[in-house]
């Protein structure tokens, strides 16, 4: 027989107690991004992770030269 | 730097090290949307272990992560036996080799709460969602907040989708 969510939430909630302070930072959480990557295997998740570490040096780059700009 | 995790999993496997991937990769296997730029690793410590470790990096230029450069660090199994737990820059990104986690010990102890995942052709043990969850717990750094929250939203993510993940 299925557990259904509720089982599943007491189930969880009985390996990991509740704490409110990660309780107040839950509510923040985008989850439809989670729910997107629970989509994708665990290979395109490690896929996106790197793009998006390429993502972050070009930033880097662009912020770094903008500032040497400002500066000559 | 971007690290290299296709490539570190497989030098890894490779050499046949005994390895689970707990941290913020771990997160990323199992759906986390933070980005994380190393790999930890919780290696078993073994000296047939460890002379597989420092085997599979040694070409890849390991030196302590944050460390000033020149300094004398010899990736020896000796060093490795001496120590526990290493944050390492390499040629292929930054890992973190680590002997054991807070709230969750060593290897073999760890080793119950370990999965299979395959990556890139390889298999591999990564730490379950739930273990990953309390070793953040345990932690108890302000920094992981976010993320336990996050992990902590997939499990419940994971509990309401149960049919189509």
């Avoid at chain 1, 390429?54 to 500032?67: T, Y």
């Avoid at chain 2, 230029?61 to 199994?77: K, N, Q, T, V």
């Avoid at chain 2, 490795?80 to 010990?105: C, H, P, Q, W």
Wanted: proline residues 3%.
């Amino acid at each position: 027989m299925r557990r259904g969510y509720n089982g599943c939430v007491q189930e969880i909630q009985s390996l990991i107690p509740l704490d409110p302070v990660i309780e107040a930072y839950k509510k923040d959480i985008d989850r439809t991004l989670l729910r997107e990557n629970l989509r994708l295997t665990v290979e395109q998740r490690f896929e996106n992770l790197m793009s998006l570490q390429d993502f972050v040096e070009e930033l880097r780059k662009a912020g770094r030269k903008l500032h040497e700009d400002k500066l000559s | 730097m971007k690290t290299n995790f296709p490539e570190l999993l497989r030098i890894l496997s490779h050499e046949k090290v005994q390895f689970i991937v707990v941290g913020g990769a771990a997160g990323i296997a199992h759906g986390s949307a933070m980005i994380t730029y190393d790999l930890d690793i919780v290696y078993d410590r073994s000296n047939e272990n460890i002379a597989r470790i420092v085997t599979a990096l040694s070409e890849y230029s390991p030196y302590l992560r944050g460390a000033p450069p020149g300094l004398p660090f010899d990736w020896s199994d000796r060093t490795v036996k001496n120590g526990l737990n290493f944050t390492l820059t390499t040629s292929l990104g930054a890992i973190d080799i680590l002997g054991e986690i807070a709230g969750g010990g060593n290897y073999d102890e760890l080793l119950p709460e370990a999965g299979e995942i395959e990556l890139y052709g390889i298999n591999c043990l990564c730490l379950n969602l739930e273990k990953l969850i309390l070793t953040k717990r345990a932690a108890g750094r302000a920094k992981d907040f976010n993320a336990i929250a996050e992990l902590e939203a997939l499990l419940e993510e994971r509990a309401k989708h149960s049919d189509s993940y």
